[in-house]
T-cell receptor, first 113, second 115 residues
């Protein structure tokens, strides 16, 4: 079945540091890939997505590139802010009939001033 | 813009009690979902409803039942709560099984504790 593996957290960074959160996946066919963000006390919300190989999703200074050859979708941001502190989930939506969404375990990011 | 609304936000139950989590969306979405979130395990799908009138099991359906009351509402029922069901529950919706964006819209969550 499908699976998503993302790096263990928590990740603690100083403000303006560079962020990378690794995500790799296992799926058949051609899934769509997503990053969701969960701020404290809230539900998940979509951060960015990519629907085919070599697509780059971007939003709010975050970006991720769909790499089919390495089955990866790593999240990056050049300069993090305290307001980026949250839990980040990598997810895939398969291309089969139901198009089920599978989530990774989440990576908690804490940005300190 | 209410989006997805879940009630209650917090609930404490004793083992064996029953309860229903309510969910409603105002985006005219066809598909609705119930997930549970546990530390170190991400989100796991309990049940989903691809469209009004249909429901199907997800990864962890045991101990739960669902009802798609109409297009807007999708409830999750625990008939006899167990401590293993202590979790944060999220309802979500999407435009459809074959929706173009594939984006899920989530409620704020319901924190359930079973003693």
């Amino acid at each position: 079945g499908n699976s998503v593996t993302q790096m263990e957290g928590p990740v603690t960074l100083s403000e303006e540091a560079f962020l990378t959160i690794n995500c790799t996946y296992t799926a058949t066919g051609y899934p769509s890939l997503f990053w969701y963000v969960q701020y404290p006390g809230e539900g998940l919300q979509l951060l960015l997505k990519a629907t085919k190989a070599d697509d780059k999703g971007s939003n709010k200074g975050f970006e991720a590139t769909y790499r089919k050859e390495t089955t990866s979708f790593h999240l990056e941001k050049g300069s993090v802010q305290v307001s980026d502190s949250a839990v980040y989930f990598c997810a895939l939506r398969d291309s089969g009939g139901y198009q089920k969404v599978t989530f990774g375990t989440g990576t908690k990011l804490q940005v300190i001033p | 813009n209410a989006g997805v609304t879940q009630t209650p936000k917090f609930q404490v139950l004793k083992t064996g009690q029953s309860m229903t989590l309510q969910c409603a969306q105002d985006m005219n979405h066809n598909s609705m979902y119930w997930y549970r979130q546990d530390p170190g395990m991400g989100l796991r799908l309990i049940y989903y409803s691809a469209s009004e009138g249909t429901t199907d099991k997800g990864e962890v359906p045991n101990g739960y039942n669902v009802s798609r009351l109409n297009k807007r509402e999708f409830s999750l029922r625990l008939e006899s709560a167990a401590p293993s069901q202590t979790s944060v529950y999220f309802c979500a919706s999407s435009e459809g099984v074959t929706g173009i964006t594939g984006e899920l819209f989530f409620g704020e969550g319901s924190r359930l504790t079973v003693l």
